[in-house]
């Protein structure tokens, strides 16, 4: 696995975040049953920098916790066959033969400012973040409530998984 982890921002966390991010990403991988290495990054930036980037690709000029950019399309989340019958090119890289899953952005800020707001440590906040967007890399959505209740109990049971339960 290649996981690239980039810290945009000089608030500190106070904890090891690239192990939680690690932890997580492998959780996610192992309890999707994914049957590929998998090249991902992440970054870490800021309110404004999320923002700016959320207005880019969203058209919402607001600070949000996490953004997924997926490079797979999916069949079914999660479903990971058919991605044998497309040109190897289109989702491996071709000098590693790694899945290409797509980038995470998370704002250190939000994962503070959420911790606090919902009791719980940041080491959780982030993991919830990390385990959040790699459901959406997977092919994972919470536009309809039946998506919503999917998307949460897979969460659950990833952080489980990691011990970051809520506290």
Do not use: W
Not at 127 to 151: I, K, N, Q, R
Not at 156 to 166: F, S
């Amino acid at each position: 696995m290649t996981l690239n982890i980039e810290k945009e921002v000089d608030t500190e966390l106070g904890f090891d975040y690239e192990k939680v991010i690690r932890d997580v990403v492998e959780a996610a991988l192992e309890f999707e049953e994914c049957p590929y290495e998998i090249e991902l990054n992440v970054i870490l930036t800021s309110n404004e920098e999320i923002a700016m980037i959320n207005r880019d690709y969203r058209d919402l000029f607001v600070p949000t916790d996490v953004l997924s950019f997926p490079m797979i399309d999916y069949i079914a989340p999660g479903d990971f066959s058919q991605l044998d019958t497309y040109n190897e090119e289109d989702y491996f890289n071709p000098e590693t033969g790694e899945l290409m899953l797509g980038d995470i952005i998370i704002s250190v800020d939000k994962v503070i400012e959420q911790a606090d707001k919902y009791g719980h440590s940041k080491e959780r906040e982030l993991g919830f973040l990390t385990a959040h967007s790699m459901l959406h890399l997977f092919g994972y959505d919470h536009m309809e409530p039946e998506e919503t209740e999917v998307m949460e109990i897979k969460q659950r049971d990833i952080l489980q998984l990691v011990h970051l339960n809520r506290s």
